[in-house]
Protein backbone atom coordinates (compact mmCIF):
# COMPACT_ATOMS: atom_id res chain seq x y z
CA UNK A 1 0.00 0.00 0.00
CA UNK A 2 1.45 3.57 -0.87
CA UNK A 3 1.58 5.95 1.80
CA UNK A 4 2.82 9.85 1.59
CA UNK A 5 3.26 11.88 4.57
CA UNK A 6 4.66 15.68 4.18
CA UNK A 7 6.24 17.52 6.55
CA UNK A 8 7.96 20.34 7.21
CA UNK A 9 5.46 22.75 7.21
CA UNK A 10 5.18 26.31 9.24
CA UNK A 11 4.89 30.34 9.28
CA UNK A 12 7.73 31.64 7.11
CA UNK A 13 8.45 35.18 6.69
CA UNK A 14 7.96 37.09 3.42
CA UNK A 15 10.77 36.77 1.05
CA UNK A 16 11.87 33.97 3.36
CA UNK A 17 12.60 30.14 2.38
CA UNK A 18 10.89 26.74 3.83
CA UNK A 19 11.63 22.60 2.55
CA UNK A 20 8.82 21.05 2.35
CA UNK A 21 9.59 17.30 2.56
CA UNK A 22 7.44 14.10 1.71
CA UNK A 23 8.51 10.73 2.56
CA UNK A 24 7.57 7.85 0.51
CA UNK A 25 6.26 4.32 1.58
CA UNK A 26 4.84 0.91 0.33
CA UNK A 27 6.93 0.54 -2.59
CA UNK A 28 10.77 1.81 -4.05
CA UNK A 29 9.84 5.63 -5.06
CA UNK A 30 12.19 5.05 -7.90
CA UNK A 31 9.39 3.54 -9.75
CA UNK A 32 7.38 6.85 -9.52
CA UNK A 33 6.80 9.99 -10.83
CA UNK A 34 5.49 12.73 -8.23
CA UNK A 35 4.04 15.47 -7.65
CA UNK A 36 3.04 18.74 -5.17
CA UNK A 37 0.32 20.43 -4.90
CA UNK A 38 -1.22 23.15 -2.83
CA UNK A 39 -4.77 24.55 -2.19
CA UNK A 40 -5.60 27.97 -0.51
CA UNK A 41 -8.60 28.37 1.20
CA UNK A 42 -11.47 28.85 -1.08
CA UNK A 43 -9.45 27.91 -4.04
CA UNK A 44 -9.40 25.26 -6.21
CA UNK A 45 -6.54 22.21 -5.76
CA UNK A 46 -3.69 23.54 -8.17
CA UNK A 47 -0.45 21.78 -9.11
CA UNK A 48 2.71 23.15 -7.80
CA UNK A 49 5.97 21.03 -9.13
CA UNK A 50 6.38 17.40 -10.62
CA UNK A 51 9.35 15.37 -10.83
CA UNK A 52 9.80 12.37 -13.02
CA UNK A 53 11.19 9.15 -12.16
CA UNK A 54 14.42 10.47 -14.35
CA UNK A 55 14.89 13.83 -12.27
CA UNK A 56 13.45 15.74 -14.92
CA UNK A 57 10.86 18.29 -12.97
CA UNK A 58 8.12 21.20 -14.33
CA UNK A 59 6.70 23.83 -12.43
CA UNK A 60 3.67 25.86 -12.57
CA UNK A 61 3.83 29.44 -14.06
CA UNK A 62 3.63 30.81 -10.70
CA UNK A 63 6.42 29.69 -9.26
CA UNK A 64 8.57 31.78 -11.86
CA UNK A 65 12.31 29.94 -10.55
CA UNK A 66 11.50 30.66 -6.50
CA UNK A 67 10.65 26.33 -6.23
CA UNK A 68 12.97 23.59 -6.68
CA UNK A 69 11.23 19.90 -6.31
CA UNK A 70 13.98 17.04 -5.86
CA UNK A 71 13.97 13.38 -4.87
CA UNK A 72 16.15 11.20 -2.96
CA UNK A 73 15.28 7.52 -3.73
CA UNK A 74 17.88 6.14 -1.73
CA UNK A 75 15.81 7.76 1.39
CA UNK A 76 12.47 7.60 -0.24
CA UNK A 77 12.52 10.91 -0.03
CA UNK A 78 10.85 14.00 -1.95
CA UNK A 79 11.57 17.29 -1.31
CA UNK A 80 10.49 21.41 -2.64
CA UNK A 81 12.62 23.79 -1.53
CA UNK A 82 10.88 26.99 -2.01
CA UNK A 83 12.57 30.29 -1.71
CA UNK A 84 11.59 33.97 -1.83
CA UNK A 85 8.02 33.08 -0.53
CA UNK A 86 4.89 35.31 -1.40
CA UNK A 87 1.79 36.05 0.45
CA UNK A 88 -0.17 34.15 -2.20
CA UNK A 89 2.16 31.10 -1.40
CA UNK A 90 0.02 30.39 2.02
CA UNK A 91 -1.43 26.90 0.93
CA UNK A 92 -1.61 23.35 2.76
CA UNK A 93 1.10 21.54 0.43
CA UNK A 94 0.20 17.88 -1.05
CA UNK A 95 2.66 15.80 -2.10
CA UNK A 96 0.58 13.03 -4.95
CA UNK A 97 1.66 9.90 -7.10
CA UNK A 98 0.08 8.30 -9.53
CA UNK A 99 -0.48 4.81 -8.79
CA UNK A 100 -1.64 1.65 -11.23
CA UNK A 101 -4.17 4.92 -12.55
CA UNK A 102 -5.27 5.96 -8.68
CA UNK A 103 -4.05 9.33 -7.20
CA UNK A 104 -2.52 8.89 -3.74
CA UNK A 105 -2.21 11.81 -1.59
CA UNK A 106 -0.76 12.81 1.77
CA UNK A 107 -2.26 14.31 4.60
CA UNK A 108 -1.21 17.88 3.56
CA UNK A 109 1.15 20.30 5.36
CA UNK A 110 0.47 24.06 5.96
CA UNK A 111 2.37 26.76 5.29
CA UNK A 112 1.19 30.38 6.32
CA UNK A 113 3.55 33.70 4.92
CA UNK A 114 4.12 36.44 7.33
CA UNK A 115 4.64 39.60 6.52
Known amino acids: QVQLMESGGGSVQAGGSLRLSCQFSGIPLRLNGMRWYRQAPGRKREMVAAITTGGSSDYADFVEGRFTVSRDNAKDMVYLQMNNRKFEDAAVYYC?????????WGQGTEVTVAG
Open 96 to 104: ATDYNGCWI
